[in-house]
Every structure is written in C-alpha cells, then in structure tokens.
C-alpha cells in the first residue's frame, strides 16, 4: 500500500472474505521502528524533544500522513480531529507527551474500522468514525479520524495518541480493550442500519504476511496453496496427494483422530490446518478435488494454472554472475535459486528448497540490496562500511544545513523564502534517499552472513538428492540386464 508505514496497517480479525461485506474493526500501536518510512521536514527548534528520536516522532508523522492522505480522503475533506486539530494535531500530541514526561516507545495506535462496499456514503461512514471515536477515547485522548474513499470499501482510520492528555495515563491495546472497540462499532453500525460481524475470529495476521498476500506476492500461505494445487492436480487417491507433497517438502498429516488435517514444511515450527489456506483447502474440498480428477487422464500430468505473484525483476543477465565475488557474487546467486534472476525466468515457488521458501517475502528487500551492491560495486564488507560511513556523513551535514535553512525561513520573505522552501524540499528528497540507503546497507550486514549459510544447506541437500538420483538409475540399468542366454536363438 502506498506511504504505509510498516507496522500500520493489519488485516482484520475476520475472515478475508468478510473484509469487503460486513463492517470490522481493529486497532495495533506504532513505534517508532520503521521500514518504509515518509520523510517530513519539521522545525527542530520547536519539536526537539530528547527523550524521543527522529525515528519516534517519524513514526507519529508518517501514520498521520497516511492516515490523511488526501489521494484518498477528497482533499482531506473527511477529517477530523477529536480533542486536537487536524492541522497541529502531530504537535499537540507531542505537548502531551513531554507534559507527562512519557518516554514509552509506543509513540500512538493506528485504528481501522471498514464498512461493506456500497452501504454506506462518505458523509455517514465519517460519522460514525468520529461517533466512535468520541465514544472509545474522547474523554481523555487525541484521535484523528479520517475516512478513506479510495477504495470501494469505504473504512475510517483512527490515530490515537498513546498517552492520556487528561491524566498522563497510556491507551492499552489489549483483549478487553479490542472487544469494547468492536462492541462500540458494532452498536453505532447497528443504529446506521449497517452490516457487521456477528462471530468475529478475534486472531490477527501479521501486518508483513496480509500485505504481501494483498500485493501478490509470494508468502508461505499461498505457496503451499500452490503446492497443494498442483499435488491435488496430479493425485488420483489421498495416498498420490500425500506423495506429492512430500516430493515438495511438505509433511501431510490425515489423523482420523484430530477434526483438521494439517500441512507442515521443513523448518516450520508448527504445522498449519488445512482449512485456514481457504475454502478449497477443507478435508471434504481436497478429497472432492481429488475425485473430480478423471480415470481417462490418469497418466497424462498437468497442473492447473497457478495463481500470478508479484516478482521483482532485476535487470542484466547472469553471463557475467561467475566472474563476480563478494557480495555481489552473493546476492546475485541467491537472486537466481529464488527464480528473481535471469530476467523472464519462470519459477515453481512449490517446488523451492524451504529455506529459499521462508526468504520469499523478503524479495522485495534482498531485491533492493542486491540492486545497492550492483549499483556501487560493492563486494566486501570494508567497501559496504565505507559507503554507509560517506551516506551518514552527507546525512549529517544536510541536516545542519536544514536546521539553518529553518532559521532562514522564519525570517524571510516572498521570494526569498520560496526560495529557501525549494531548497528544503530538495534537502528532504536528498535525505530521504540517503536514508533509504542506509538501512539498505544495514541490512546487508545482517542478512550477508546468513544468505552464505543458506546456500551452503542447499548446496548439501541438492548434491544429496542426486546422489539419491543417481543411485536409483543404476538400480534400474542394473534391474534391467539379464544373465539368461537368447532364447530365440541370436534370431
């Protein structure tokens, strides 16, 4: 999603069919840790605070972009403030903070509440936002609410200061709460004549897993959804389906004593029910699924077609990938066992090694690393450092030159100061990809280290399965040949 932080949006705690049909609501905090962070140009003589970070206070502001964006809210004409105003409601939440001395890293909460598509109108889906959130937290909070037209599921969000204007107390985000929010949306909902969740399942799914199934790209649920289509596309009986699988890396699990059949993979921690992949994926469904395939096809192999997936493509080929060392050479290697490279390359995600498997939604992020390396010639640790070394250095100093060009602001005028304003929206843009940079380089060193022990684990698995191949084609020659003498005589 665009200029979402990560950390702020989660899908909601019903099923994902019920998104778009029923009202649903929900609520998660934001801290001051952020992977994609908006970059904002504030005055630090005014909102300098010691006891919060850039990183902090970033957080605030970049779920309050979001959350007023006006792509998506007519020009921002569906927002409001609930004890603060909407234009200086970053500030006065921070006033709040400093006057009752918090130092929590939970710097607010982002709250979602969704409505059916075509239900309800934009004027009554902010009225009831702001309905609930004078209820929830009007007596001692600052809320922002904002409703988002832009998709056709009309949905409010709510960011919530994470400290109590009134007494200095914090918002607590747990069970008790989370009902009372529901219970409080569902009632308001209920007096508009609108739809809402009667047996809601009260479980969140992570924000990293929702929003990569909702761009498409390849998570561990819909790749072993992928699995299971392609098995189920090639078994006849539960025992072919069960076969299959295993030839992936998947351990099935048909107990007659447990409700669920389950699905594990080679490094999961625990296995998964079948039924929670979706609708087709029940004990009933797959056996259906199983017997629609028919007798006539029997040895004729197919595979249904397989859902599209998000894949990030770098350009260039690999011709040049074994001349490369370092970290280069490391990057680029493991881009091509996780199918990114060669360009046009079509890969089966069912059939990866599971660690290449757990590493897929982490492409976007291996992606831009590996694009860092290329870019600057990086192949060593030392070279790494020293790129990082130069970025923060530049960071630095136009970080000084903002804070002078804020006091410059103040007091110019016409064009003086319009000029002075250009200069700073290129200082942000400059620092904002400085600062992409950096934590590209951080995550390099992180990730460097274990990318070589991967490939050293898939390198050993994979001589074993030929070796494994190679043994059972000799078996065969062997199994073929015969001591008997010609029986037709050498005719």
Same mark, same amino acid.
């Given at each position: ?14 099923? !994902? ?8 609501? +929900? ?24 006891? #919060? ?38 500030? +006065? ?25 075509? +239900? ?91 929003? &990569? ?17 392609? &098995? ?55 056996? +259906? ?59 089966? #995600? ?11 939604? !982490? ?58 304003? &250009? ?69």
């Amino acid at each position: 999603m665009e200029g979402f932080p990560s950390g702020c949006e989660q899908v909601l705690s019903a099923p !994902k069919k019920a998104e778009g049909l029923m009202a649903v609501c +929900e609520i998660w905090d934001v801290r001051g840790r952020l992977d994609h962070p908006i970059d904002y140009a504030e005055n630090p003589e005014k909102t300098a605070n010691p006891k #919060y970070s850039d990183a902090d206070l970033q957080a605030m502001v970049d779920v309050m972009e979001y959350a007023t964006n006006k792509d998506k809210t007519e020009q921002r004409f569906f927002v409001t403030g609930v004890n603060c105003d909407p234009a200086t409601a970053r500030d +006065e939440m921070m006033i709040a903070k400093a006057q009752w001395n918090d130092t929590s890293e939970i710097v607010c909460y982002h709250g979602f509440q969704s409505f059916r598509a075509g +239900e309800v109108t934009p004027e009554v889906a902010h009225e009831v936002g702001v309905k609930l959130a004078e209820k929830m937290w009007g007596g001692r909070f600052q809320v922002i609410v904002a409703t988002h037209l832009n998709t056709e599921c009309l949905h409010n969000h709510f960011v919530v200061n994470s400290v109590s204007f009134a007494d200095g107390k914090h918002y607590h985000d747990n069970k008790e709460n989370l009902r009372l929010l529901r219970q409080r949306s569902d009632e308001l909902c209920r007096e508009y004549s609108l739809s809402v969740i009667e047996h809601p399942s009260g479980k969140k799914k992570p924000y990293a897993l929702y929003q &990569a199934e909702k761009e498409g790209r390849p998570t561990r649920d819909n790749v072993v959804r992928l699995a299971i289509d392609e &098995a189920i596309s090639k078994s006849f009986t539960l025992k072919d389906f069960d076969r299959q699988m295993a030839e992936m890396g998947y351990r099935m699990s048909f107990d007659p004593n447990r409700k669920y059949w389950t699905v594990i993979g080679k490094g999961w921690k625990r296995p998964k029910r079948l039924y929670k992949l979706g609708e087709d994926y029940t004990n009933e469904r797959i056996l +259906e699924r199983i017997k629609e395939n028919s007798y006539a096809v029997k040895f004729s192999r197919f595979a249904e077609p397989q859902k599209q997936v998000t894949v990030y493509r770098l350009k260039g080929s690999l011709k040049d990938a074994k001349k490369i060392g370092g970290l280069r050479g490391l990057y680029l290697h493991y881009c091509y066992k996780l199918g990114i490279l060669p360009k046009n390359r079509k890969q089966n #995600y069912a059939r990866l090694h599971y660690l290449l498997k757990d590493d897929l939604m !982490k492409m976007e992020a291996i992606t831009n690393e590996t694009r860092l390396l290329c870019r600057n010639h990086i192949d060593t640790a030392g070279q790494l450092l020293s790129y990082k070394g130069s970025l923060e250095s530049e960071i630095k100093e136009l970080t000084e030159q903002r804070k002078g060009l804020y006091s410059q602001s103040r007091k110019a005028g016409g064009k003086e100061k319009e000029a002075v304003k &250009a200069r700073l929206a290129e200082i942000t843009e400059r620092m904002k990809f400085l600062r992409k940079e950096v934590r590209l380089c951080e995550g390099i060193e992180a990730r460097s280290d274990t990318l070589k022990e991967n490939l050293k684990v898939i390198r050993a698995d994979e001589n074993k399965e030929k070796g494994k191949e190679l043994m059972k084609h000799e078996h065969r020659r062997r199994s073929g040949r015969t001591s008997r003498e010609d029986e037709l005589g050498g005719i």
